[in-house]
């Protein structure tokens, strides 16, 4: 189940992300289409390929991991975490089992 939900931000472009973390429900009840909704057209494509060669059955893995692959391609993409809907940062970082970049603040 999704614990809590990281708010990103591009510092250079200033777009803003939301990206829960733990495990998708989303993705659990709508395949590829959540992937597809927050525009990771990566994402969206591979789980789509993925669902039909093996019937669907990738999807019970994608339930687990998708919110993991996205925040880290945010990661990669630049952005970096500007708050956190309950708990705290340590605790997200180490369920992504990375470091999350903080949004400095001036």
Not at 10 to 38: C, D, H, M, Q, Y
Not at 68 to 93: C, E, P, V
Request: hydrophobic share 50%; no cysteine; proline share 4%.
């Amino acid at each position: 189940m999704a614990h809590t939900t990281i708010i990103f931000e591009n510092p250079k472009s200033g777009a803003i992300k939301e990206a829960p973390v733990g495990f998708s429900w989303t993705t659990f009840l709508f395949g590829f289409f959540p992937a597809l909704f927050r525009g990771d057209w990566k994402w969206a494509g591979i789980m789509l390929l993925l669902l039909l060669v093996t019937f669907g059955l990738s999807g019970f893995v994608f339930m687990f991991i998708y919110n993991k692959l996205y925040i880290k391609d945010l990661i990669g993409a630049g952005f970096k975490a500007k708050s956190i809907g309950n708990g705290n940062m340590d605790y997200a970082s180490a369920e992504i089992g990375m470091e999350i970049p903080l949004l400095e603040t001036k």
